[in-house]
């Protein structure tokens, strides 16, 4: 158990619609990273954020955002779904900014039908 | 582009011999290297690291050796257990001091026979 958690495990859903994943860092850990794992691919970084600023960017679609509240937390919210967006999104957090050990949390598995 | 390639999609060893994972990466701007282990249906776990400072990294039965000028790292896992067999991921990241943003390969299945 790294001590990262990810809220839903799985999510169904329709193309159009709207969701949006959670994500609690371990305790201390002040960034948080959302990556993205689609078949037969890498993990793909999506976005970091370092107490509630964003740090860096990656292949983020323009229908994706994220945020970290002030507790931390942090929620990445996919709209307009499409089939291609069915994938692994995995966050991860690391006590801080740069040349950081990353520890991942289990992952929500989402299916957009 | 990929940046990070792990060329071999696949790795069968027997138990208790060794298992070596390659990992060779492009971009000359990395200077942290970092490999994780999965298993199915959780996330990756943090195996060990290595900086760009030094060639070798030990950490009980595992060890990465870098080599910078190949642009050529590999985890050697000595003896390999059943336990071990999982998917492994490299990756590696440049540092700008302001982020730490990873780029990983697409992972090696590891298969260990008892």
């Known amino acids: 158990d790294s001590g990262v958690t990810q809220t839903p495990k799985h999510l169904i859903t329709a193309t159009g619609q709207r969701v949006t994943l959670r994500c609690s860092p371990r305790?201390?850990?002040?960034?948080v990273y959302w990556y993205q794992q689609s078949l037969d691919q890498g993990l793909q970084f999506l976005i970091q954020y370092y107490n509630g600023e964003e740090r860096a960017k990656g292949n983020i679609l323009e229908r994706f955002s994220a945020q970290q509240f002030p507790d931390l937390h942090s929620e990445l919210n996919l709209s307009s779904l499409e089939l291609g967006d069915s994938a692994l999104y995995f966050c991860a957090s690391s006590v801080g900014v740069a040349r950081e050990t990353q520890y991942f949390g289990p992952g929500t598995r989402l299916l957009v039908l | 582009d990929q940046q990070v390639k792990q060329n071999s999609p696949s790795l069968s060893v027997q138990e208790g011999r060794i298992s070596i994972l390659n990992c060779d990466y492009t971009?000359?701007?990395?200077?942290?290297f970092l490999w994780y282990k999965k298993y199915p249906a959780e996330g990756p776990t943090f195996l060990i690291s290595?900086?760009?400072?030094?060639d070798k990294n030990e950490d009980g039965r595992f060890t990465v050796f870098l080599n910078k000028s190949a642009k050529h790292l590999s985890l050697h896992i000595v003896p390999s257990q059943p336990g071990d067999s999982a998917v492994y991921f490299c990756?590696?990241?440049?540092?700008?001091?302001?982020?730490?943003?990873?780029?990983f390969g697409k992972g090696i299945t590891l298969s260990v026979r008892p």
């Open positions: 290595i900086s760009s400072i030094k």
């Open positions: 305790s201390g850990d002040l960034s």
């Open positions: 990756a590696a990241s440049a540092y700008t001091g302001a982020n730490s943003k990873l780029t």
């Open positions: 971009n000359s701007m990395f200077d942290y």
